[in-house]
């Protein structure tokens, strides 16, 4: 089969999951497969500590994991907390708050040297928050960055964002927004897209799977990847859900409607792999 650049094409070309999966298997031992966490591999819960993977998706990816060149979490989450919601599975590299803190195979975790120094203001952010902003609003202190959720207050939405953008003009940070979150985090240049830039630098191809606004730039990364290589191949799929509207959908070659149906199509692509 001819080299298969599916990464190269516009977002919304249709593209038959099953010839993606078939070029994959063609050159699996060079593939990275890349997955978001909340929203992509765990449904999202109003209260984020509660959050588990939907069933069966771990089951998928110690399946796959044998067959490619490697699996990658790469997330807004902490790695201890990834590490933590992984159920021991082996060989994972974990990507943290947006790439500043990584952990390859199950290894130490390693922090952006640079976003040390944040560390107590993030910590007295979040103190802040909490005694500032009304009751309703959640204040997740991740040690490199804080985010403010209005997941189960709706109406406070407005008045969230603009408090933390109003901090983050104030402390020189820089505001991602989320899926009724909006995350403070030091001005740093680590993103997704950087991550995944990198990490498909020597690679034959990867697919990535994400949910949310900030993956648009992972989506991004494998596209330019393609654009300089035409061997590469690069697959973004999309995890649909009705608060980021059709933007990361647009932005996608495929999309799924939900975790647990992620579960599934990751079971089904073993058939092609195997």
């Known amino acids: 089969m001819p080299p298969l650049n599916l990464g190269n094409q516009q977002p919304k070309t249709p593209l038959n999951a099953e010839h993606?999966?078939?070029a994959t298997a063609d050159r699996a031992r060079d593939v990275v497969l890349f997955f978001d966490f909340d929203g992509t591999l765990a449904p999202v819960d109003d209260d984020p500590t509660?959050?588990?993977p939907a069933p069966n998706v771990l089951t998928a990816l110690e399946a796959l994991a044998p067959h490619v060149r490697r699996i990658a979490i790469v997330s807004a989450r902490?790695?201890?907390f990834l590490r933590d919601h992984l159920g021991g599975l082996a060989g994972i590299d974990l990507y943290g708050l947006?790439?500043?803190e990584h952990s390859h195979s199950g290894g130490e975790t390693v922090t952006e040297p640079a976003a040390l120094p944040w560390v107590p203001t993030m910590s007295e952010l979040a103190e802040q928050a909490r005694a500032e902003l009304p009751p309703g609003a959640l204040v997740e202190y991740k040690r490199l960055s804080v985010a403010l959720h209005w997941r189960t207050a709706p109406q406070l939405g407005e008045l969230v964002q603009e408090?933390?953008?109003a901090q983050a003009e104030r402390l020189g940070l820089r505001a991602q927004p989320g899926r009724m979150v909006l995350e403070l985090k030091p001005p740093v240049d680590r993103d997704k897209g950087m991550v995944i830039g990198e990490?498909?630098?020597?690679?034959?191809?990867a697919w990535y799977f994400g949910d949310d606004v900030s993956d648009i730039k992972a989506f991004a990364a494998l596209r330019a990847r393609a654009a300089a290589d035409p061997g590469f191949l690069g697959v973004c799929v999309a995890v649909a859900n009705p608060e980021t509207g059709h933007e990361v959908a647009d932005a996608a070659d495929l999309t799924l409607d939900s975790p647990a149906a992620l579960a599934e199509f990751l079971t089904d692509a073993l058939r092609h792999l195997t």
Not at 199 to 205: E, K, M
Request: aromatic residues 14%; glycine residues 18%; positive net charge.
């Open 20 to 22: 993606a999966w078939r």
């Open 50 to 52: 509660a959050v588990r």
């Open 78 to 80: 902490p790695v201890d």
């Open 98 to 100: 947006y790439g500043l």
């Open 163 to 165: 408090w933390g953008r």
């Open 199 to 205: 990490t498909v630098r020597d690679a034959g191809g």
